[in-house]
């Protein structure tokens, strides 16, 4: 028992002296704050890391590292920082960090998001912009969110003068856009939260909650192995009913004749010779990435259209001189170039992955000079990016104008301006995204005039830290809505 106690404190001393002594310039590590032992920086992120991460750049400058536990971590927080990061290096550092809750095995095998840059992976991105988010199968399948777009106004309507929570709106109508381009069904009954597929909504609800939740084994990865908070036995169970779901549907469509074929995701997948454990996985992380951050993004525009009544009109005023009295659709978007503009600012100030995904180091290498050691986790503070005073005029100040005159896009060729990540792992879904983003945003500004409830003021809203993600405990976003004339 003496040798176990003795065994004990000699390796907590061990350990203890290895933080203390820790110093990141003596490993070439980019500069940063200095550790305290085990937990590392930890203390120091806050509830808002971006935030935090944005003033410890201004210290220690564009590509700085940090200990979060016993993780190593360098974030880079400026346009050149990410263009290292993103394009340069971007082999080397295109690994994924995998959250502990979602390492359930054959879930991160099959997955497009978390597993490596393998055959599996390239296989899944092919797909993708082969045959998923092709401009002829986007095109093609316009009509549905065009369908939907016009459902959400007609419900919208009926809450004419009631204080609405609008992201459940956008929310329920994004998944339904989603279940239909996937396997053209509904997931949500606007009408009736009781109805829809109330299992598959309760799942992927209960999904999103855990990907948005802390796992102090992500931190202290030793810990991971046990799984002692049972975080990834939840995850794994969680995708299990998932798949159930969608498992019956493709049973389902393997029997069908060709004249009973839809034109949806899941006909293009199994034409395309995919097993269904590879379909499962893709279909729901398509699912899961795309409406998440897609609702946060229109949550995000109807704040600033709020705040903004002058943005709103010269919206509006594009829609009169470009789509008339008729419903705005997907093929007017081209022609709407302010409404482009301000889904770009909107996307400048509020990336829903405000760090991008995290990456990973394959191997040790040189980035600004500083060495990057193999299985370090990277992070890119595409949040900071646009903020940055060095890279925008004003740029606290939301105006989309900015993008009238300039050329810089969210298509990962910029890196001033990267919400939707760069390099080899840029997000697949962003030509669909930016498609139906704007779309929503177009058919709400066309229908309805709104303000906030009695009582509520504009100058709330302009607090950052208070209105945030969709899904996280932040107050969402109430509207009360007056119908305009109908374009519908
Ligand atoms: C406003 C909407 C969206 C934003 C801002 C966004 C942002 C991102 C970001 C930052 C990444 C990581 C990129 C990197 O590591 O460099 C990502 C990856 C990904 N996104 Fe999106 N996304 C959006 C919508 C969508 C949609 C609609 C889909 C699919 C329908 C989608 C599917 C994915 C997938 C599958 C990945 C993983 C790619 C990989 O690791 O290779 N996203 N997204």
Redesign the pocket.
Known sequence: MEVVSIAIVSFSFLLFLFFILRDPRQKNLPPGPRPLPIVGNLLQLGDKPRAEFAKLAQKYGQLFSLKLGSQTVVVASSPAAAAEV?KTHDKILSG?YVFQSFRVKEHVENS??WSECNDN?KLL?KV?RTELFTPKMIESQSEIREGKAREMVKFLRSKEGEVVKIVEVVFGTLVNIFGNLIFSKDVFDLEDPTGGSVELKEHLWKLLEMGNSTNPADYFPIMGKYDLFGQRRAVADVLQQIYDVWGINLKERRGMKGSESNNDFVDVLLNAGLEDQKINALLM??FG??TE??AS?IEWAITELTKKPLVVSKIRLELVNVVGDNTVKESDLPHLPYLQAFVKET?RLH???PL??P?RALETCTVMNYTIPKECQIMVN?WAIGRDPKTWDDPLNFKPERFLSSDVDYKGNDFELI?????R??????P??SQF?SLIVATLVQNFEWSLPQGMSTSELSMDEKFGLTLQKDPPLLIVLKARPSYI
Do not use: M, N
């Open positions: 993103l994924r497009i998001v992976w991105r993708c992380e398509l990435t795309g951050t897609s993004t996307l990336p829903p992955t991008l995904l990456r595409a919400p939707f990540g760069g390099g792992r840029i997000c697949p879904g962003l669909l995204a983003i």
